[in-house]
């Protein structure tokens, strides 16, 4: 990021000198001219971690005390320059902050005094890389640096200071923005710094969601044309096989809205609360206008403002598909329910016709059943008879047979009943 500018001092006629006087002299903070350069690294769960071993390497090979093995924040002053580290919960912030070395301002970065090999290996995707220059409003440079930066400018502050910058990245990819101030109330400057760094990195932060936003809403729209297209079949009657396809379909549909959704909700749940701490700090600015220039919150307004609506429309989308997806499902549910319940129905009837078909066959079984077994009965007491008739002369077979027919029928009707009733009450 900082190649073109080195490039630039390595020529400077001057350089040595400045460098030797500026390394000279004690470093004072936010004193007016000041360079504060702010980079933000986005990295995974381990990046504490690895911010702290970051530091640690720096304060080992500068013979400085390294930050707790539990620290989330670590400040250092190195003499000529300084350096603050910040874990966010999902970032983290490198501001360094630096005297000027010499009258070219507009070409040097805070971060001139920092090891390259350390600075270019810092842990994480940088996604913020931010130069502010401090200078009074008296100062020759003032003019000059006004005209490179004004693109979107303000008072703050009841005219304390004044904010000018083009938010647009440099050949070095830095945003740049110039903080004049009035007086020499340094915690007032330090303040107004902290609040540019700040809107500038979670402006950033929040334009992060936007790319997904447009990734998620092609693959929102197909999702959405294909749950219409099963709730459009719901006005149609169709068979119980096409609505349980129909529903294995919906539960596709609903496992790929559902992932769309995790994969969104934190990015876009973030944008939302970085899009609201950019408002918020621009509000403590209590920015006038400056003629023909665009303030931080009309820019902001016209840019940053649309995109996280964007973001905001594709997320209430998601949950509309995904409650859209559920209602559908439902009434799918409903619909093969009831067609499940009218086929238990119909199956119901026709086992109750068939129980009755075989309550009417079962009795004409019994109808014959008595007749056979009477009639066998009688067929064996015939052998009876005639076998007593030789015997006793005066006995007529046939006539005792004919005799015997109706009560063996009777008996026998009585026995079958008899066993048909105890059979149900053992069942």
Same mark, same amino acid.
């Given at each position: 990021? %900082?190649k073109?500018r080195e490039h630039l001092?390595?020529?400077h006629?001057?350089?040595d000198r400045?460098l030797?006087?500026t390394?000279a002299r004690p470093?004072?903070?936010?004193?007016?001219?000041?360079?504060? /350069?702010?980079i933000a690294?986005? &990295?995974?769960?381990s990046?504490?971690?690895d911010?702290?071993a970051h530091v640690?390497?720096?304060?080992?090979?500068?013979?400085?005390r390294?930050p707790a093995?539990?620290?989330?924040w670590f400040?250092?002053d190195l003499?000529t320059?300084r350096l603050?580290w910040?874990?966010?919960?999902?970032f983290s912030t490198?501001?360094?902050?630096?005297?000027?070395?010499g *009258?070219s301002?507009?070409?040097?970065?805070a971060t &001139?005094?920092?090891?390259?090999?350390?600075?270019?290996s810092?842990?994480?995707e940088?996604?913020v890389?931010t130069n502010l220059?401090?200078v009074a409003r008296?100062?020759?440079d003032t003019?000059g640096l006004?005209?490179?930066h004004?693109?979107?400018?303000?008072?703050?502050?009841?005219?304390?200071a004044? =904010?000018? *910058?083009?938010l647009? !990245?440099?050949?070095?990819?830095?945003?740049n923005?110039?903080l004049?101030?009035?007086?020499?109330?340094?915690q007032l400057?330090?303040r107004?710094a902290l609040?540019l760094l700040e809107?500038?990195?979670?402006?950033?932060?929040a334009?992060?969601?936007?790319?997904?936003a @447009?990734?998620?809403?092609g693959l929102l729209?197909?999702?959405?044309?294909?749950?219409?297209e099963?709730?459009s079949?719901? !006005?149609?009657p169709?068979?119980?096989?096409t609505?349980?396809?129909?529903?294995?379909r919906l539960?596709?549909?609903a @496992?790929?809205?559902e /992932?769309l959704?995790?994969r969104t909700?934190?990015r876009?749940?973030?944008? %939302?609360?970085?899009?609201?701490?950019?408002?918020d700090?621009?509000?403590t600015?209590?920015?006038g206008?400056?003629a023909?220039?665009? *303030?931080?919150?009309e820019f =902001?307004?016209r840019r940053l403002?649309?995109?996280m609506?964007?973001?905001d429309?594709?997320?209430?989308?998601?949950?509309a !598909?995904?409650?859209?997806?559920a209602r559908?499902?439902q009434m799918?549910n409903?619909?093969?329910?009831v067609?499940?319940e009218? /086929?238990n129905a119909?199956?119901?009837r026709? =086992?109750?016709?068939?129980a009755?078909e075989?309550l009417?066959?079962?009795?004409?079984?019994?109808g014959f059943?008595?007749f056979?077994?009477?009639?066998?009965?009688?067929?064996?007491?015939g052998y009876l008879f005639?076998g007593?008739?030789?015997?006793?002369?005066a006995?007529?077979?046939d006539?005792a =047979?004919?005799?015997?027919a109706?009560? &063996?029928?009777?008996i026998?009707?009585?026995?079958v009943r008899?066993? @048909?009733?105890s059979?149900?009450?053992?069942g």
């Amino acid at each position: 990021m %900082t190649k073109a500018r080195e490039h630039l001092w390595r020529f400077h006629p001057d350089r040595d000198r400045l460098l030797a006087e500026t390394h000279a002299r004690p470093f004072t903070p936010l004193r007016a001219p000041m360079l504060a /350069t702010r980079i933000a690294t986005l &990295a995974g769960p381990s990046a504490p971690e690895d911010d702290r071993a970051h530091v640690t390497q720096l304060c080992t090979a500068l013979g400085r005390r390294p930050p707790a093995p539990d620290a989330r924040w670590f400040a250092i002053d190195l003499g000529t320059w300084r350096l603050r580290w910040e874990r966010h919960t999902e970032f983290s912030t490198w501001t360094f902050f630096r005297a000027p070395l010499g *009258t070219s301002i507009a070409l040097e970065t805070a971060t &001139a005094d920092a090891p390259p090999e350390w600075l270019d290996s810092l842990p994480g995707e940088v996604i913020v890389a931010t130069n502010l220059v401090i200078v009074a409003r008296d100062s020759p440079d003032t003019p000059g640096l006004i005209a490179k930066h004004e693109a979107v400018g303000s008072t703050l502050l009841n005219d304390s200071a004044r =904010m000018f *910058t083009e938010l647009r !990245a440099d050949m070095d990819g830095m945003t740049n923005y110039l903080l004049v101030v009035s007086g020499k109330d340094e915690q007032l400057a330090g303040r107004l710094a902290l609040s540019l760094l700040e809107i500038e990195t979670y402006r950033l932060m929040a334009l992060l969601a936007f790319p997904l936003a @447009g990734e998620a809403t092609g693959l929102l729209s197909k999702i959405e044309i294909e749950a219409g297209e099963i709730a459009s079949q719901l !006005a149609s009657p169709a068979d119980a096989d096409t609505d349980r396809a129909l529903l294995a379909r919906l539960a596709i549909l609903a @496992g790929e809205a559902e /992932t769309l959704s995790a994969r969104t909700s934190f990015r876009f749940g973030a944008a %939302t609360a970085y899009h609201q701490i950019v408002l918020d700090r621009i509000e403590t600015l209590q920015e006038g206008r400056i003629a023909s220039l665009q *303030t931080l919150d009309e820019f =902001m307004e016209r840019r940053l403002a649309p995109a996280m609506r964007t973001c905001d429309t594709v997320s209430r989308r998601q949950h509309a !598909a995904i409650e859209r997806i559920a209602r559908t499902e439902q009434m799918l549910n409903t619909r093969v329910e009831v067609a499940s319940e009218a /086929t238990n129905a119909a199956l119901l009837r026709s =086992m109750d016709l068939r129980a009755k078909e075989q309550l009417q066959l079962q009795r004409a079984v019994e109808g014959f059943s008595v007749f056979a077994i009477a009639y066998y009965a009688v067929s064996l007491f015939g052998y009876l008879f005639k076998g007593l008739a030789k015997s006793v002369p005066a006995l007529n077979a046939d006539l005792a =047979m004919a005799i015997l027919a109706p009560f &063996a029928l009777v008996i026998t009707w009585f026995l079958v009943r008899r066993f @048909g009733a105890s059979f149900k009450d053992n069942g």
